[in-house]
């Protein structure tokens, strides 16, 4: 199931037109909710949708259960038992359960269920902690956790941003239509066009690495490149659907990009890549963690370095989030590095340069530059071990034969280089095409360039639209 299929597109249209024509004699989130479970039950199998049903049903009792015994302890266990019934029915390694002698069926769940738990744990803590002033109903509770635009991969939207949408969603003017309309185009245009065609260098770059020696590690470099900028295209393009689709309902849906190839570093990386994932592990571990390691530790000058601790933790808990199998704790483990070093470093450097001297060397342009690289880099390089695992690729380099340390030092250098060159090549192109759009008379034509382009690739060059990789975690 994508953001562009006849069944997504269909379900969404038919939303609209039912929040237009029947608000007098059926309430808006009841159009909403109605639209929600057909469009799940139409994105998941049998099985799938019996499980789903099984944690949203099991989210409902706990919350009910914190609801009225609002204790630490009884909160505490309730979000433990959620995010077991996560594991149990998530598309998780089968292996791990075995190898620690637990009972572990088979996933059942496919689709959304991650992003589901993180909405059942955020209602969960924020009830039991007396945030939410009304108790949470049944039906604002499906409404929620289900709301078809964000089930597949988010944004995590917090219950009281999007509830109170979805009961009395503001219809939007004229241009908020053609806005609307207009972002759910380009956003086709990123999952179908962009995205393809960035999967389809990766597919014949993976295949290129077979080669061995230094050009199949270039090609390796290639691969690792190609994914990048096809996940970001089909994640960004799933995103623009939605938001714009939100639009056309009334509801305000949050970005959850802002320019990632402009970071500065790793940690602002992380502030515009998928905002909403990293806000929630925010709020919901890294905050209330930091908070306990300073409580233990009691030495205001150990709080940057535990920060430094915090992020780690966080980071490696996302990326096992991703999936229980060593690969992704490797990946995990390479996030954690990525962003406690980087704030390590920060640490380290206003101790020795002082705050101004360290606002001055973070200014010249090749300390940008070089810190800019560093980010993408180390990112690129991370999502091999989403797209592939540690065995595979160890066996990849070995089979390079005895230029395997080149053909290394190939895929790194071809990364680093990319790197160093996207941020600003991105910066001008997004300056140019944002004047574009914004020119008088030019919107039309970009949108019918997206359209037939879209049009181009699926009739004429028939190419394939690659699944949505965040929707499977």
């Not at 409580?295 to 933790?313: C, E, I, M, S, T």
């Amino acid at each position: 199931m994508t953001v562009v299929s006849p069944v997504f597109l269909a379900i969404g249209l038919l939303a609209v037109a039912a929040v237009y024509l029947l608000p007098a004699r059926v309430p808006r989130d009841l159009i909403l909710l109605a639209a929600s479970l057909g469009f799940v039950a139409a994105a998941l199998d049998p099985a799938s949708l019996a499980g789903l049903a099984a944690f949203v049903l099991a989210g409902f009792a706990l919350l009910r259960v914190v609801e009225r015994r609002r204790r630490p302890g009884v909160l505490a266990a309730a979000v433990a038992a959620a995010v077991a019934l996560f594991w149990l029915l998530g598309e998780n390694d089968v292996a791990l359960g075995a190898a620690l002698g637990l009972p572990r069926p088979e996933p059942v769940v496919l689709l959304g269920l991650s992003y589901v738990m993180f909405r059942v744990v955020h209602l969960l803590v924020d009830v039991g902690q007396g945030e939410l002033a009304a108790p949470v109903g049944l039906r604002g509770y499906l409404g929620y956790l289900l709301f078809f635009p964000n089930f597949l991969a988010g944004p995590i939207q917090r219950y009281e941003d999007l509830a109170p949408q979805l009961a009395t969603p503001s219809p939007p003017d004229r241009d908020g239509v053609c806005a609307g309309l207009a972002r759910m185009l380009a956003g086709g245009f990123s999952t179908v066009v962009l995205s393809g065609l960035a999967f389809a260098v990766f597919r014949w770059a993976g295949e290129a690495a077979a080669l061995g020696g230094v050009a199949g590690g270039l090609a390796l470099g290639v691969a690792t490149l190609a994914f990048s900028a096809y996940l970001y295209a089909s994640f960004t393009g799933y995103m623009g659907m939605a938001i714009g689709l939100g639009r056309l309902l009334g509801i305000a849906i949050p970005e959850n990009f802002d320019r990632p190839w402009l970071a500065r570093n790793f940690l602002d990386f992380w502030a515009r890549w998928h905002i909403t994932l990293s806000e929630w592990f925010k709020l919901y571990l890294f905050n209330p963690a930091t908070k306990e390691m300073l409580r233990a530790v009691d030495r205001p000058a150990a709080a940057p370095w535990l920060g430094a601790a915090g992020y780690f933790l966080t980071f490696f808990v996302m990326g096992i989030w991703h999936g229980t199998s060593l690969s992704f704790a490797v990946y995990g483990l390479l996030l954690g590095l990525g962003v406690s070093l980087n704030k390590a470093w920060q640490v380290w450097m206003v101790q020795r340069l002082g705050r101004r001297g360290y606002n001055t060397l973070s200014a010249r342009r090749w300390y940008a530059v070089a810190a800019r690289t560093a980010a993408l880099s180390w990112f690129a390089l991370a999502l091999v071990l989403v797209w592939s695992d540690l065995a595979t690729v160890s066996a990849s380099l070995a089979s390079l034969g005895a230029a395997g340390a080149a053909a290394a030092v190939g895929l790194v250098v071809v990364v680093v280089g990319c790197g160093a060159a996207l941020g600003p090549l991105a910066a001008w192109l997004s300056s140019g095409l944002g004047r574009l759009t914004h020119s008088a008379g030019t919107g039309w034509l970009i949108a019918v360039a997206q359209a037939g382009a879209i049009a181009y690739y699926l009739l004429v060059v028939r190419g394939v639209v690659p699944e949505l990789i965040y929707q499977r975690f």
